[in-house]
T-cell receptor, first 111, second 116 residues
Framework: KNQVEQSPQSLIILEGKNCTLQ??????????LRWYKQDTGRGPVSLTI?????NTKSNGRYTATLDADTKQSSLHITASQLSDSASYIC??????????FGKGTSLLVTP | ETGVTQTPRHLVMGMTNKKSLKCEQH?????MYWYKQSAKKPLELMFV???????ENNSVPSRFSPECPNSSHLFLHLHTLQPEDSALYLC???????????????FGPGTRLTVL
């Protein structure tokens, strides 16, 4: 069964600190992996997308890594801001139209 | 904004009501999707339309009925829902092309549905 597991489930950090979110998956065959940010009451917005051959990709203060051998990905947030408070969802695509979603990590950045 | 709009943003309905959710995408995409997002659960794919044809129906109860009149509009008709159907319903769209593996989906803001 294709699964996407994220950790931690929730995280609280101080403004200005860094944090790393984890995603492990068993989806096969692998096509690509995306990280989405979902603000409360809004739809998910794509942060990064990586294919099998990409190990790292950055989008501003967000840096995603992918290890296709161990089927692990991480999202690193640098110098966190209050606006980073959101749910971060890891999504893995295999074939067809369907995406496999993780439950998300809820991040709260406090002053 | 992502180019995908949904109305209404909030909906409260009784179990005997009939209502419809609307989604419109302004991105020129050829595929549209309905997802259900419940608390502490991953997004669940409900329906997929590609070129206005329904290509997937993930064992969704018949009280949910999708309609895709053209590639820019998608509806979800609701009738005799149950309280456990209360959730955030998200619409998404993407451009599906032969040989492309990206299939990045753009999501609307969702409709928060409460069934009493």
């Amino acid at each position: 069964k294709n699964q996407v597991e994220q950790s931690p489930q929730s995280l609280i950090i101080l403004e200005g600190k860094n944090c790393t979110l984890q995603c492990n998956y068993t989806v096969s065959p692998f096509s690509n992996l995306r990280w989405y940010k979902q603000d409360t009451g809004r739809g998910p917005v794509s942060l990064t997308i990586m294919t099998f051959s990409e190990n790292t990709k950055s989008n501003g203060r967000y840096t995603a890594t992918l290890d296709a051998d161990t089927k692990q990905s991480s999202l690193h947030i640098t110098a966190s801001q209050l606006s980073d408070s959101a749910s971060y969802i890891c999504v893995v695509k295999n074939s067809g139209y369907a995406l496999n979603f993780g439950k998300g990590t809820s991040l709260l950045v406090t002053p | 904004e992502t180019g995908v709009t949904q109305t209404p943003r909030h909906l409260v309905m009784g179990m005997t009501n009939k209502k419809s959710l609307k989604c419109e995408q302004h991105l020129g995409h050829n595929a549209m999707y309905w997802y259900k997002q419940s608390a502490k659960k991953p997004l669940e794919l409900m329906f997929v339309y590609n070129f206005k044809e329904q290509t997937e129906n993930n064992s969704v109860p018949s009280r949910f009925s999708p309609e895709c009149p053209n590639s820019s509009h998608l509806f979800l008709h609701l009738h005799t829902l149950q309280p456990e159907d209360s959730a955030l319903y998200l619409c998404a769209s993407s451009q599906v092309e032969g040989g492309s593996s990206y299939n990045e989906q753009f999501f609307g803001p969702g409709t928060r549905l409460t069934v009493l």
